[in-house]
């Protein structure tokens, strides 16, 4: 599979988005991030995996629900292409299955759901409280909590006039 020459994106918008690949239907480019990291975050894959299926979905749908499954590490540095097949298109309802692969190996799978929102969208449970209940603050936690994600991020502290 031939591509377009790799470049880095410079803007959020660029590093989200993804690119038709060609006259290929359900194939895009995503481009690589700038980054030191040799692993590419998977919010990135996840947004351009997103990306990727609304090529073709109809214009009144939103997305309803995205899974992603990361089957192994993706180089930060490469594009990635995203191929894209329809399970299912229904009424109110369609379904994608979108597979990221670099070298042609799958990275992660990616399931999106587009939803055709109502006419009346009159649901009981969908509406806003109007009054928070009355419940006292919650107590606050240590930052970051022991343990938790501190030996593979970069934390630094900033001092404000407020503390950290």
């Known amino acids: 599979m031939t591509s377009a020459p790799t470049s880095h994106a410079r803007t959020l918008r660029e590093l989200l988005s993804t690119t038709p690949l060609g006259n290929d239907i359900g194939i895009a480019v995503g481009r ?34 995205v899974h992603g499954f990361f089957l192994r590490p993706a180089d930060a540095a490469r594009e990635t292409h995203y191929h894209t097949s329809v399970l299912r298109r229904g009424r109110t309802i369609d379904t994608h299955v979108v597979d990221a692969r670099q070298d042609g190996r799958v990275t992660a799978t990616v399931i999106v759901q587009w ?50």
């Not at 700038?34 to 990306?51: C, D, E």
Request: hydrophobic fraction near 35%; include cysteine.
């Open 115 to 164: 939803h055709r929102p109502a006419i009346d969208p009159g649901l009981e449970h969908a509406k806003p409280a109007t009054t928070p209940p009355d419940c006292p603050e919650p107590a606050p936690l240590p930052y970051p909590a022991p343990g938790v994600l501190t030996t593979s991020l970069d934390l630094r502290w900033v001092t404000t006039a407020e503390g950290r």
């Open 32 to 65: 690589p991030a700038t980054t030191l990291s040799a692993r590419m975050f998977g919010g990135q894959l996840l947004a351009q995996a997103l990306m990727a299926s609304a090529e073709g979905v109809q214009r009144d749908r939103v997305p309803a629900s």
